[in-house]
T-cell receptor
Framework: NAGVTQTPKFQVLKTGQSMTLQCAQD?????MSWYRQDPGMGLRLIHY???????DQGEVPNGYNVSRSTTEDFPLRLLSAAPSQTSVYFC??????????????FGEGSRLTVL | TQLLEQSPQFLSIQEGENLTVYCNSS?????LQWYRQEPGEGPVLLVT?????EVKKLKRLTFQFGDARKDSSLHITAAQPGDTGLYLC???????????FGQGTTLQVKP
């Protein structure tokens, strides 16, 4: 059982370039989310989705776009990369709403460096 | 301002010592979760607490939810090097599945 799969694991971009971080889950989870992790900041929510076709903003959405065309996939797009977006990005999914009875399952992370 | 404040941010102790980390807020929550993250991996759920005053034990780890459901603590007895990692508390919305994390406590247990 693969769980949550993120690609790529590592990426270096130049300022202004665009790219997409891929996330796929095979657990038929309705809820999916993207976080970024920076030293001393914990995990900050970028965007999340409660099902196919439904997305909403989290704490730090600026500079990122998401879409959810299928239950399995939740890609994160960086429109014009900036050095401030250098971070480790985590995708997560859950069967039920996280925080109550729902457990978040995380991918292994994607480390992005913007020069 | 941070919804959840964790303390301490860093903790370095010797094997066999006891420790407590805290997760505090001015808001009331219906539940709170603790996750642990090892280097190069995503966080993994340790426990969910839902009732004010609730205490849950997971081997040498004891989790407590405050009576007023505004805070929580994690106590580790006789810490082992395998306990090394980042400990994160988190609270969520029962409607949206949106989970917000504290900034985490980095624990290092030296042999």
């Amino acid at each position: 059982n693969a769980g949550v799969t993120q690609t790529p694991k590592f990426q270096v971009l130049k300022t202004g370039q665009s790219m997409t971080l891929q996330c796929a889950q095979d657990m038929n989870h309705e809820y999916m989310s993207w976080y970024r992790q920076d030293p001393g900041m914990g995990l900050r929510l970028i965007h999340y989705s409660v099902g196919a076709g439904i997305t909403d903003q989290g704490e730090v959405p600026n500079g990122y776009n998401v879409s959810r065309s299928t239950t399995e996939d939740f890609p994160l797009r960086l429109l014009s990369a900036a050095p401030s977006q250098t971070s480790v990005y985590f995708c997560a999914s859950s069967y039920s709403p996280a925080g109550n009875t729902g457990e978040l399952f995380f991918g292994e992370g994607s480390r992005l460096t913007v020069l | 301002t941070q919804l959840l404040e964790q303390s301490p941010q860093f903790l370095s102790i010797q094997e066999g010592e006891n420790l407590t980390v805290y997760c505090n807020s001015s808001s009331v929550f219906s539940s709170l979760q603790w996750y642990r993250q090892e280097p190069g991996e995503g966080p993994v759920l340790l426990v969910t607490v839902v009732t004010g005053g609730e205490v849950k034990k997971l081997k040498r780890l004891t989790f407590q939810f405050g009576d007023a459901r505004k805070d929580s603590s994690l106590h580790i007895t006789a810490a082992q090097p395998g306990d090394t990692g980042l400990y994160l508390c988190a609270v969520g919305s029962s409607n949206t599945g949106k989970l917000i994390f504290g900034q985490g406590t980095t624990l290092q247990v030296k042999p």
